[in-house]
């Protein structure tokens, strides 16, 4: 597949895989911080924060799907290694074993900003090169972790 057989420029493609990847290469970090949230969250907000890590990495393991579908659809391909993920991330790993609750949560919300800054620049050039497909499904991403960084904030009580 080529892009021309999506009415795409050959050329516009790559810088966008470019990003794709790279935003892919984050949430498969992110994803695996909400795993070990989930996993290690502790005390009286237990049980509210480890049902919402769940929902949390859930659907981040759906995008995360969702982008490399993209990139195929695109006529390229995803990366697909751990050590690839690790090396271009902007997002790091972080040891969630002893971590306070509200720590996590302000983790991850540094995470949603890091990913949606990616997303917006992603959008840009998406809507530069006449990508509606991919800029749609970028946004969809950004409207979800925009809202529920509005929540995380009011849940540490931040304005």
């Known amino acids: 597949m080529n892009a021309k057989e999506i009415g795409l420029e050959e050329k516009e493609v790559k810088p966008i895989v470019d990003q794709l990847n790279d935003l892919l290469a984050n ?3 992110h ?5 070990g949230c989930h996993w290690n969250v502790k005390g009286s907000n237990f049980f509210t924060l480890h049902v919402k890590f769940e929902e949390l990495y859930n659907n981040a393991q759906q995008t995360i799907d969702d982008l ?3 990139i195929l659809t695109l006529g390229k391909s995803p990366y697909s290694t751990f050590s690839d993920y690790v090396k271009i991330s902007k997002i790091q790993e972080i040891n969630t074993k002893n971590m306070v609750d509200t720590d996590m949560v302000m983790a991850i919300m540094e995470d949603f900003s890091d990913l949606i800054d990616i ?3 992603i959008m840009t050039t ?3 090169a006449g990508d509606d497909g991919t800029n749609d499904l970028v ?3 950004t409207q979800f972790k925009e809202k529920n960084n509005w929540m995380l904030r009011s849940f540490c009580g931040k304005s």
Do not use: D, G, I
């Open 126 to 128: 998406t809507a530069n």
């Open 27 to 29: 949430y498969h970090v």
């Open 68 to 70: 490399a579908e993209r």
């Open 139 to 141: 946004n969809s991403f």
């Open 119 to 121: 997303e917006r620049e």
């Open 31 to 35: 994803y695996q911080k909400l795993r």
